[in-house]
């Protein structure tokens, strides 16, 4: 490198739940996962970082930020995300919650989480979800049903 600053990328997803947990016990990381996700507007910073990496500073700003913000959403699609790498059986009935979600966002990671989890609670939800009018919705959706279907969950 001739003199130019390289850029240093956050760790992904995955690291910063990871070490979350550790930092703060994957119990701790779960609940506020299942919060954030059930629509929570009280802020956890720290943990909305971890979840959203750099570019969830904007979620923390009062004025562009916040449970008002036509982006909040994303702190629900961070959330289900978190849950992804940070699961237990009691964040179950949150997600199956958010398989309704209005954004469609929400709604694809909560099916991966379905998928990921093998949650069978929510084989009816992820089933119609198979004609959600997203395409990433609906393949979500049917890999979930089929990890469903063959785990027999």
């Known amino acids: 490198m001739t003199g130019q600053a390289r850029a240093v990328a956050a760790p992904p997803p995955r690291t910063r739940i990871l070490a979350e947990c550790d930092r703060r016990g994957r119990d701790a990381v779960v609940d506020g996962c299942i919060a954030l996700l059930a629509g929570a507007d009280d802020r956890d910073a720290p943990l909305i970082v971890v979840l959203g990496g750099p570019a969830a500073s904007w979620a923390l700003d009062p004025v562009d930020g916040g449970p008002g913000s036509s982006r909040w959403y994303w ?10 790498w940070a699961w237990e059986d009691r ?5 199956v919650l958010a398989l309704g979600d209005t954004e469609w966002r929400v709604r694809e990671l909560a099916a991966k989480v379905v998928a990921r989890h093998l949650v069978g609670d929510a084989l009816m939800a992820v089933s119609v979800l198979r004609t959600d ?9 049917d890999r979930a049903v089929v990890a469903l279907t063959a785990a027999g969950a």
């Open 75 to 84: 702190v629900r699609v961070w959330a289900a995300r978190g849950l992804l």
């Open 133 to 141: 009018p997203v395409p990433r919705v609906r393949a979500a959706a």
């Open 91 to 95: 964040a179950a009935s949150t997600t």
